[in-house]
């Protein structure tokens, strides 16, 4: 997601190339273990200790982290970024940036991704 008037990515969301960036309280993914949808859902499931009904949808999704957003702030750091959502088609990856754009502008607490090394390998 790029902001389409300065080419900047919106504010909730940080890409980092170089180096391993320091982000304290980020409950870290590992890209290679989010290449597809379920994979990433599970992942994000054990990490953040969501219940589980998660489900499968993005909807579903949307859902948990709101709930887990009127609780306070949250900082996901995704490493090897590039990977994420690699075996699945192109759209899922917009639908994941599109609710996750939804869920910083409208949930009552910070939501903040840094997405590191974020080049497909």
Known sequence: MVDPSGGEPPEWLTVCR???????GAAVLAGAATRTRPALFAVLSAVL??????????????????????????????????????????????LLLAVLGNLAATAPHPLRVVLHDASPS
């Open 49 to 94: 200790a969501l219940p589980a009904h998660l489900g499968s949808t993005w909807d579903a999704l949307a859902d948990v982290l709101r709930d887990r957003l009127d609780a306070g702030p949250l900082t996901l750091l995704i490493d090897d970024a590039g990977q994420l959502l690699a075996d699945e088609p192109a759209g899922q990856y917009a």
């Open 18 to 24: 170089n180096g391993t960036p320091e982000v304290p």
